[in-house]
């Protein structure tokens, strides 16, 4: 089995989020794992990240304040793979850094740090090539977003090469901002599911193990962001405490929420 589904066969999985090179991200990731994250996800910095609301695009400009590179990026990867040989982990960013250099050389450095799965929120489907062919040659997933606008004609364009799971973009609008209402989440993610072979995880405008329960109990996953990188902006090199202690709250909630 693969990292992914060994994580979600376990039950519904906690899905973490935090921007990399912001604050000591090898510390911060660790305290992740030891509060029960079952998946990781580690933003790349970008400049212009659309997806994103004003927690993460912070931590966007304190990264690159502390002069993070894209290889700098690889080298936390590489380091927790090391630490953390079975826990999947997934960089999310936008293709501009993964497609820089090319394809092939991003799929080449994410296969060679252990990376199990990418993101990239602004290469589409249509546009599958640019990136979905040099990552799948490497065994690396492609993970792709669903969104409420995604309807039933364009659902299999989103599932066709994509991999590990499907995460389901919750609000119409950006990270950390709201949540969706829980029988709009339950609706779209029943639809999904009838459509997918993989797991679906929930995201976007998450933040408490309450929330985080409610659509566990219906989703594969559930993706938390905006709430762990604001720990990291409040309190900095000592972030990792309260980052394990609000990620042990999350995991109980979501292992426990079946």
């Known amino acids: 089995m693969t990292r ?12 973490c989020f935090i ?8 510390s911060n990731l660790d ?5 029960g994250a079952d998946v990781i996800e580690l933003g790349m910095p970008f400049t212009d990240p659309m997806a994103d609301g004003m927690a993460i695009q912070e931590a966007n400009l304190r990264s690159f304040a502390a002069g993070t590179k894209t290889a700098d990026i690889f080298a936390i990867a590489t380091g927790f ?6 826990v999947p982990l997934v960089l999310m960013g936008y293709a501009n850094p993964m497609t820089i250099r090319g394809s092939e050389w991003f799929a080449d450095e994410c296969a060679k740090a252990g990376v199990d799965g990418v993101i990239c929120v602004d290469i589409p489907p249509e546009e599958d090539a640019e990136l979905g062919p040099a990552l799948r040659a490497k065994g690396v997933s492609l993970i792709r977003l669903a969104t409420p606008t995604t309807d039933t004609a364009r659902l299999p364009a989103v599932l066709e090469g994509s991999s590990g799971f499907l995460y389901y973009v919750s609000v119409a ?6 949540q969706a209402a829980q029988s709009s989440i339950e609706e779209a993610v029943a639809r999904l599911k009838v459509a997918a072979t993989i797991p679906v995880a929930v995201g976007f405008g998450v933040r408490t193990p309450e929330q985080a329960a409610a659509i566990a109990k219906v989703a594969d996953g559930v993706v938390v962001g905006s709430a762990l990188v604001d720990l990291v902006k409040q309190h900095g090199k000592d972030a990792p405490g309260p980052l394990q202690a609000l990620t042990s709250a999350l995991a109980q909630a979501v292992h426990s929420a079946r």
């Open 19 to 26: 921007t990399g090179g912001d604050g000591d991200t090898a």
């Open 173 to 178: 609008g950006i990270t950390g901002q709201q």
């Open 4 to 15: 992914f589904e060994t994580a979600f066969a376990k039950g519904p999985a906690l899905v």
């Open 81 to 86: 793979r090391a630490r953390h040989p079975n």
């Open 31 to 35: 305290a992740l794992v030891a509060g």
